[in-house]
């Protein structure tokens, strides 16, 4: 089954866009979530995370913060 | 094994080069932490020639796709710690490995300047950040302190004065240095407290950063802001640490002669990091292609 992917981001961040475009390439289907949009969430993902850089990749739960390509895959199993 | 050319750094100036060296079959290495450099971090770019308009994120996959269609070996997320010239020669030890080679293009850019302030490191990212650009949405309504008078510190004020409750612009010269009209917009805002003359010493906080010591020129007290976001905005430094024996300037860039050579045969250094005037992507990727064609003679001269 595919892992189930949720990306915490913000419109102006350069690695959020990194990020997402790496998973479109890669055919990964993902949720994504505007903090900045939605308090609720950013505090579930400073929770999540620890920390309140953008963007953290959810993986059925492992959390990776920031555009960390080598990660991505290995989590992904790419 | 020993390569003709290792490059360090894959911003403009280090896949420029990589381009140039794979077209002149070079046998080489591109060793960097990532792609991109600080075009990655950039905005709206206007400036860069054929494109009268692109993204920061756009332009970096653009490079990245022009750099790969040669099939150049890379090494991502790999810092290079320490590149130095024994006999003929330059070793290469990174974080993770060592590598020999003929010759070498530092072209390892700029990053941002820290405060050098006790809690800085501790509360990286837990409420501290130097990309307002990234992380200015998630202080909605908070409190929060900008480091920096100049224009990038402007900017990230002018960004969170539509988002954060009060913003704290603290500046340690006695005036505020950025773009007269940037200044201005800043002034209007009822949202910001200005503080010149005024110097951080310490970021403080529990899990999370939740304030700001300070202290004004001349005074003995120091003061506590309580905040919960800090933006540092106070310039960049070159990443030039790494190159040993290598002369640089007073501000510790690399210094280059108009071939991008620096002393040491054999080391050349092309964008950012060098002394170069004016730091701009395309000045950065012509003096890339200049480093790599600078290799080449260079290299063809051993033979």
Not at chain 2, 5 to 27: D, W
Request: charged fraction near 25%.
């Amino acid at each position: 089954m595919a892992k189930k992917v949720t990306i915490y981001s913000t419109p102006t961040c350069p690695f959020c866009i990194r990020t997402k475009q790496f998973l479109k390439e890669n055919n990964i289907k993902f949720e994504e979530i505007d903090v900045s949009l939605d308090e609720a969430k950013a505090e579930e993902m400073i929770k999540k995370s620890g920390q309140m850089g953008v963007p953290v990749v959810d993986i059925d739960g492992e959390i990776i913060v920031g555009f960390d390509k080598d990660r991505l895959k290995e989590t992904l199993g790419l | 094994m020993m390569y003709d050319l290792i490059i360090i750094g894959a911003g403009p100036a280090g896949i420029t080069a990589s381009v140039y060296a794979a077209r002149k079959r070079l046998n080489f290495l591109v060793i960097t932490k990532d792609i991109g450099g600080q075009t990655a971090w950039s905005g709206d770019i206007e400036n860069y020639t054929g494109y009268q308009f692109i993204t920061g994120s756009d332009l970096t996959a653009k490079f990245e796709e022009h750099m790969r269609r040669y099939n150049v070996e890379l090494k991502e997320n790999e810092d290079v710690i320490e590149v130095e010239k024994r006999g003929d020669t330059v070793y290469v030890k990174t974080t993770k490995a060592k590598y020999k080679t003929k010759t070498a293009i530092i072209a390892s850019g700029k990053t941002s300047r820290e405060l050098g302030v006790p809690g800085e490191k501790e509360f990286k990212n837990k409420g501290l950040t130097y990309c307002a650009t990234c992380d200015a949405p998630l202080f909605l309504g908070k409190v929060v302190a900008v480091i920096g008078g100049g224009n990038s510190g402007l900017d990230a004020t002018l960004q969170l004065i539509k988002i954060a409750k009060h913003i704290y612009l603290i500046n340690i010269t006695p005036k505020l240095t950025g773009d007269p009209i940037m200044q201005e917009k800043v002034m209007e805002s009822s949202l910001v407290t200005v503080l010149n003359d005024t110097k951080v010493t310490a970021v403080v906080g529990d899990k999370m950063v939740n304030g700001i010591k300070i202290k004004k020129q001349g005074q003995d007290e120091k003061e506590l802001l309580n905040v919960q976001g800090i933006f540092v905005e106070i310039g960049l430094m070159p990443n030039s640490q790494l190159a040993k024996g290598i002369e640089k300037n007073q501000w510790g860039e690399i210094k280059v002669d108009s071939y991008n050579r620096t002393n040491i045969p054999g080391i050349f250094a092309a964008g950012d990091v060098t002394d170069v005037p004016e730091k701009q992507i395309v000045i950065a990727a012509g003096e890339g292609s200049k480093a790599a064609l600078g290799v080449f003679r260079y290299l063809n001269q051993l033979k």
